[in-house]
T-cell receptor
Framework: GESVGLHLPTLSVQEGDNSIINCAYS??????FIWYKQESGKGPQFIID?????DKRQGQRVTVLLNKTVKHLSLQIAATQPGDSAVYFC?????????????FGKGTLLTVNP | DGGITQSPKYLFRKEGQNVTLSCEQN?????MYWYRQDPGQGLRLIYY???????QKGDIAEGYSVSREKKESFPLTVTSAQKNPTAFYLC???????????FGPGTRLTVT
């Protein structure tokens, strides 16, 4: 079946390094993608989003890249800080109908070592 | 402060009892959602509502019920028919015509 998933379940980086978290999707009809950050015991927080008509979008210290050819999404975090330690997961909106429902991946645990 | 609130943060119940989880938002969002999160799994959609007095089943609605009598409120009842109710429950809301959903802090339900 079609799904949103992640290549790496865990990622450990040193403080100050750049982090790259990957996400694969299989539904070519998806028109919108979003990255969330979830700290332990808390609700997910919106980080950045991208529409399917874009390849790249930048925020503060974060960049999302979308490769529609291989159905791949990545989140890059520059100069990773201990406060970035969390689970990151992607979500997609599958185009069609009026129902705005997101399909979520399982998440990658990012650990930042001081 | 604008936002989504869920209460309580932790909830304990005995097996066989129904329990209702609260979700309130003052963002004036039309759509609201309930998800369940289990360890090592992504969020799974239980129910959602795009407008007051209307709601639809998500992917795992069995054993759950909801109501949407007010725009600000979308309570979720976990019934005794839910076979494995222990989980972290998340409520979200979305502005009309936008895709991004904003989440509450979650309620951790433990049923023994």
């Amino acid at each position: 079946g079609e799904s949103v998933g992640l290549h790496l379940p865990t990622l450990s980086v040193q403080e100050g390094d750049n982090s790259i978290i990957n996400c694969a999707y299989s539904n070519s009809a998806s028109d919108y993608f979003i990255w969330y950050k979830q700290e332990s015991g808390k609700g997910p927080q919106f980080i950045i989003d991208i529409r399917s008509n874009m390849d790249k979008r930048q925020g503060q210290r974060v960049t999302v890249l979308l490769n529609k050819t291989v159905k791949h999404l990545s989140l890059q975090i520059a100069a990773t800080q201990p406060g970035d330690s969390a689970v990151y997961f992607c979500a997609e909106n599958r185009r069609g109908g009026s129902n705005y429902k997101l399909t979520f991946g399982k998440g990658t645990l990012l650990t930042v070592n001081p | 402060d604008g936002g989504i609130t869920q209460s309580p943060k932790y909830l304990f119940r005995k097996e066989g009892q129904n329990v209702t989880l609260s979700c309130e938002q003052n963002l004036n969002h039309d759509a609201m959602y309930w998800y369940r999160q289990d360890p090592g799994q992504g969020l799974r959609l239980i129910y959602y509502s795009q407008i007051v007095n209307d709601f639809q089943k998500g992917d795992i609605a069995e054993g759950y019920s909801v109501s949407r009598e007010k725009k600000e409120s979308f309570p979720l009842t976990v019934t005794s028919a839910q076979k494995n109710p222990t989980a972290f429950y998340l409520c979200a809301s979305r502005q009309n015509q936008a895709y991004e959903q904003y989440f509450g802090p979650g309620t951790r339900l433990t049923v023994t």
